[in-house]
């Protein structure tokens, strides 16, 4: 008997566990991704691998829980692309605030849920003081809001006899979040650029419903009683990866290799300038390579920059084609890489994108520079890297009334001339600056003239 009933139990277990999975396979799946932080690559990384992960668990229903004051233009308008071509309806939950970028996404979903005391709107382009850019931004952010709200479609309305056909989301209201000179009756004045709170947004059609929760958002207005719900948890590496691609992290890249090709080009041998440059700009492509961003042609492109302006240091004297080639080598490399362009074909690639590019690049770079000239003035016998500097007769070198006594003289170079360097003439170091190319430690030297408080040598043949 009492096998019997061990028998029984189990296969009633079998049949209720076979039931639940059946029943569970039947839930819809609905999976949720939480973007409540500023809208930069790091929430870019957050939609894109979000979206992935949904597709391949052949997801019913994508939910955003959105709670932003805004962000990055050209990464939410990365994020609303995808959202608009997504296979996949998404739906988004204003959790407090949708502002600025934020509301660029919120629009670019199918449909749009409110807590109470939520808001939406505020979007005109902002540089990082809070003040409004020229026009040239405002325009294209007013068109990617309209064209937002325009892919929506219409909504055709049969009253009797009449036929009319009504925007689901007025692009005009879109734009009046841009543009405080639009003016819409009974809506805004110009001089406000316009923002809703849940009751408004819910009046002119860009809200579709006030919720409490995610839960609530699900079962009553996405209409699934039962339903099973996943969420994208980002890892470690997701975070660095924003944080690597993020534009300021970017410039200061920019100005740690173009620092530490300066330095290493002004003392002898391959040292810490070298390692820092090189590490500065592994740093700066491995992410974008990793995210399809940085092509191999684009990193090339950097590294022939590099050996032409090299050439032009060591080998070549004066700064001429080759070095020029190089720096504009260098600087669209840089560029290029953080444009979204399929090899040669940049047609999908925006003005704003372009002008963002150039403008991260010239930022570093202006930084760069400003950093070398800071940091050369701190290097000597009173700077914070005294005791790294040579400052052994410097002192009796700068007080020498006139250093064209020195033309004519013979010496010896105290370290690699490439072009500049340090030169001893009868027991005192002087600087000198090569005309014959690279020159060696230990070369014999000829002072051959002396311009514009420089002292130029050759080499003594013989």
């Not at 009933?5 to 296969?11: A, V, Y």
């Not at 807590?115 to 026009?135: E, F, M, N, Y």
């Not at 391959?270 to 740093?283: K, M, Q, R, V």
């Not at 032409?308 to 080759?322: C, K, Q, Y």
């Amino acid at each position: 008997m009492s096998k019997r009933f061990f028998h029984t139990t189990i296969i009633f277990i079998f049949i209720w566990l076979a039931a639940n999975t059946i029943h569970a396979a039947n839930k819809p799946l609905i999976y949720k991704i939480d973007i409540k932080k500023e809208i930069d690559k790091t929430s870019q990384i957050y939609l894109t691998k979000g979206l992935t992960e949904a597709q391949s668990l052949n997801a019913d229903a994508i939910l955003l829980h959105l709670n932003t004051y805004g962000g990055l233009l050209e990464a939410a308008d990365s994020m609303r692309t995808a959202i608009l071509y997504s296979p996949i309806p998404i739906y988004v939950f204003i959790d407090n605030n949708a502002a600025s970028a934020g509301a660029l996404i919120s629009i670019a979903c199918k449909n749009i849920y409110m807590r109470k005391g939520a808001s939406i709107g505020a979007a005109t382009v902002v540089d990082q003081t809070g003040g409004a850019l020229p026009d040239k931004y405002q325009s294209y952010m007013r068109s990617m809001m309209r064209a937002t709200a325009e892919a929506h479609g219409r909504d055709t309305i049969i009253n009797g006899a009449d036929t009319t056909c009504k925007w689901i989301r007025d692009p005009k209201i879109a734009e009046a979040m841009v543009d405080e000179r639009i003016i819409i009756p009974n809506l805004i004045d110009s001089g406000k650029t316009l923002t809703f709170t849940t009751e408004e947004a819910l009046t002119w059609g860009y809200c579709d419903g006030i919720a409490k929760s995610v839960d609530d958002v699900i079962t009553k207005y996405m209409q699934y009683d039962e339903y099973e719900l996943r969420s994208y948890h980002p890892s470690w590496i997701d975070n660095l990866k924003g944080f690597m691609m993020n534009p300021v992290f970017q410039s200061l890249l920019i100005m740690i290799i173009i620092g530490g090709l300066y330095f290493e080009l002004q003392t002898p041998g391959i040292g810490f300038p070298s390692a820092a440059a090189l590490t500065a700009a592994i740093l700066y492509f491995a992410p974008l390579y990793i995210d399809g961003l940085a092509a191999n042609w684009e990193i090339l492109t950097f590294f022939i920059g590099l050996i032409l302006v090299a050439l032009e240091v060591f080998v070549i004297p004066g700064f001429g084609i080759a070095g020029i080639s190089g720096t504009i080598l260098i600087v669209a490399a840089l560029s290029l890489a953080l444009v979204n362009n399929i090899n040669f074909n940049f047609e999908d690639v925006g003005d704003f994108e372009i002008g963002r590019s150039i403008m991260v690049v010239l930022i570093g770079i202006s930084a760069g520079f400003g950093g070398m000239l800071w940091l050369s003035s701190r290097i000597g016998k009173n700077g914070i890297l005294r005791e790294i500097a040579l400052s052994t007769d410097l002192e009796q070198a700068r007080s020498t009334p006139s250093l064209s006594a020195l033309v004519g003289k013979e010496g010896i170079a105290a370290t690699i001339l490439r072009p500049s360097g340090k030169i001893i003439i009868d027991g005192a170091y002087y600087d000198g600056i090569s005309e014959s190319g690279f020159i060696d430690k230990g070369t014999k030297v000829i002072v051959v003239r002396f311009e514009n408080a420089q002292i130029y040598v050759e080499v003594i043949f013989g």
